[in-house]
């Protein structure tokens, strides 16, 4: 085998490409994996506080979606991880497993339990060094390279926020991370030791070749429609004796296939790219639409967000501060099914389902350009988070030069159950600071953006629609690309394409309750067992 030449190559080298290059490379294949980014584990990366400040820079990828009509026709900012492991090694961190429902909507789609939360667990338990030793070994794991934490660090304001959750009806979830997250419970993060654990780092790829600034160009298919290997924008060739793994994540994932070939033919055909396989690439796109209202603190000469000089505890360095993440149902979606016309046994609209999160930041997290209160420890912050969304937008090409970005429509708040999933989200933040006794302590009133009015207790489903016009952006969990039934089979094989597979979150056929880090490293585990067959 020449030095060109591996059993398999990974175009990709984020959260799930890791993972994959390092069980395969250490069950003895030949493995070269491929990422567009460099290599970095400096303090900028590594420090939980420092997570915010990567966004902008060269690290990520700074994507702009098309004008959104239903957010005031602005153009919606998206990004992922520019670098060895990804996402991993930018995001916040958040350790969410999702609903078993919604795994268990996706196997019924596509008619296979491997993709059910029961299909999934033994995987969801080997990416995890769970926390608590004492938790229950048929639900979590303990061996995994993937460190979890909830509830090392006690901010000042724990005790009153939890009240004020339970307050507004809210249920007590001791496992939201059990397999049904509805109702509140600890929020639960992936550092170790006050540390990132980058997927690069956390799995061992001692054994793989690993390319940084390294832009896959396309992936090459022979004349019998076999995938031989890959060409890096540079001109270089590396072939694949076994497969190509595409793992370049929802954006990047189909702008690849459609380079090389395999996608609408139409849209193909349009760019000059002779077709290899007419396949919905690129269709399918949902994203989880945020919305953050801020709020202004009655004391906060107490030291109770980041800012203030009172907030200075060390162990507060070591994380997100948050203590609490909230899981709920649309109350009743009759009015939005009738709307959009659904079916009323659809799988995605069923009850009960994680249509919304909302957690309580104690900062001013995703603080907009005009918001001057940022680091002063006056404010904190309630994001909400679509996690259902039934709007489907698109991924397609700008230009055949693999290192432009290409064109993004997620078509944010498209269905009414969408927009009636981010008012429900809205009116449990203003409920929880407004409406309870707790939130009143320590709570003086919602900063709103510039020229528009405060929400209020009795702000119309109208006026909720309005502050969500300005403030909607995403929170950079797009999926569904490549969607499995559609452009990939239930074994993550490119359909029409031989060696050829993709493993990340473009194969979600629905979305998932929850973010996607946690259920990537499952995905990326269960297709390692795949492609070396190691089921039981």
């Excluded at 420090?47 to 820079?57: I, K, N, R, V």
């Excluded at 969607?483 to 050829?500: C, E, H, Q, S």
Aim: glycine share 8%.
């Amino acid at each position: 085998m020449s030095a060109s030449t591996f059993d398999f190559i990974i175009a990709g080298g984020g959260t799930v490409g890791c993972t994959l290059a390092s069980r395969l490379s250490l069950a003895g294949y030949s493995v070269a994996v491929f990422e567009a980014g460099p290599e970095d584990y400096s303090e900028k990366v590594m420090s939980p506080l420092a997570a915010p400040s990567l966004h902008g820079t060269p690290l990520e990828y700074d994507y702009l979606s098309q004008e959104q009509p239903h957010l005031a026709n602005r153009r919606i900012k998206n990004s992922g991880g520019c670098l060895l492991s990804g996402s991993s090694a930018t995001n916040y961190a958040n350790w969410t497993r999702c609903h078993s429902a919604d795994y268990d909507a996706w196997a019924h789609l596509v008619g296979s339990d491997r993709w059910s939360y029961r299909g999934l667990l033994k995987y969801f338990k080997k990416s995890e060094h769970h926390h608590d030793p004492s938790a229950d070994p048929g639900t979590y794991g303990f061996n995994g390279p993937i460190y979890t934490t909830a509830g090392a660090r006690q901010y000042p304001l724990r005790d009153s926020v939890r009240e004020a959750l339970s307050e507004t009806g809210l249920r007590f979830n001791a496992e939201p991370n059990g397999g049904c997250p509805l109702g509140y419970g600890p929020f639960t993060e992936n550092w170790k030791d006050g540390k990132r654990q980058p997927a690069g780092k956390a799995y061992d790829l001692s054994e793989a070749a690993v390319f940084t600034r390294a832009v896959v160009k396309r992936v090459m298919i022979d004349a019998e429609r076999t995938a031989v290997g890959i060409e890096l924008l540079d001109g270089r060739t590396y072939g694949a004796v076994k497969e190509v793994l595409v793992c370049c994540g929802s954006i990047k994932t189909p702008q690849l296939l459609m380079l090389s070939g395999i996608g609408p033919s139409s849209h193909l055909s349009s760019h000059g790219i002779p077709v290899t396989v007419d396949l919905p690439v690129g269709q399918n796109l949902h994203d989880h639409l945020s919305a953050t209202l801020y709020w202004k603190l009655k004391h906060p000469e107490w030291g109770l967000a980041i800012g203030s000089p009172n907030f200075m505890k060390p162990e507060f360095r070591c994380g997100n501060p948050i203590d609490w993440i909230a899981t709920e149902s649309i109350a009743d979606p009759s009015r939005a099914v009738k709307i959009d016309k659904l079916a009323p046994d659809d799988l995605l609209i069923r009850q009960p389902r994680g249509h919304v999160e909302l957690f309580v930041s104690y900062a001013p997290i995703a603080a907009p350009a005009f918001f001057e209160y940022s680091l002063a420890g006056t404010h904190i912050s309630t994001p909400v988070l679509g996690l259902l969304p039934t709007s489907r937008g698109f991924i397609s090409l700008a230009s055949r030069d693999a290192s432009a970005a290409p064109i993004i429509d997620p078509n944010y708040l498209d269905t009414e159950m969408d927009r009636e999933a981010v008012r429900t989200g809205i009116r449990s933040a203003v409920r929880m600071m407004l409406g309870t006794p707790h939130g009143q302590s320590f709570v003086e009133e919602e900063t709103p953006p510039p020229g528009q009015p405060r929400l209020s207790l009795s702000s119309s489903d109208q006026d909720i629609d309005r502050r969500i016009q300005v403030i909607g952006r995403s929170f950079y969990q797009c999926a569904g690309t490549a969607a499995m039934g559609k452009v990939v089979d239930t074994d993550l094989r490119v359909n029409g394409i031989r060696n050829l597979r993709v493993v990340d979150a473009s194969i979600l056929p629905l979305p998932l309750a929850g973010h996607y880090q946690c259920p990537m490293y499952a995905i990326a585990e269960s297709a390692a067992d795949l492609i070396l067959k190691k089921d039981d």
